[in-house]
């Protein structure tokens, strides 16, 4: 199978912990997660995603914000210069220990943190960064 994510959930997965918009949101994240580690595969998608999806039942999800999709663009444009080639709408990404720790080296340097301006778990995520990412759940070996 493949892990569907939109763009700035390549740089949320970094830095995740365990912490959410509910339990139910934090349940299904630590599923996507499992299913990173274990080498499922990532497409890139627009809009809401894998991970999304149990606020798309809540009344007005910020997942279809304006604010979110530029999120999004901004973590496209990003990631793109990490990864030295354009990433788009339906471009595969394979993650292993490797590719995350080149993805959080630059997410520590801000050379990815444009998307993350604005964001409700900015100071979480951080702090989580600024601890060498301890206590993250996307861990490979």
Known sequence: MTVRLRAHHLLCMLTYVGKGYS???TDNYDKVIARLVAGEDILIK?????ICEPL????????LRDSV???DT???HDVSNLLGRPLQIGDAVNLDAMMVGKFRDAF???QTRRACIGCEWFELCSAISKS???DTRLKFG
């Open 23 to 25: 339990p139910a949101f």
């Open 46 to 50: 627009a809009g809401p995603d894998d």
């Open 56 to 63: 798309l039942a809540t009344p007005e999800p910020h997942c």
């Open 69 to 71: 999709i530029e999120r």
């Open 74 to 76: 901004k973590a496209m």
């Open 108 to 110: 520590a340097k801000g």
């Open 132 to 134: 060498g990412f301890q």
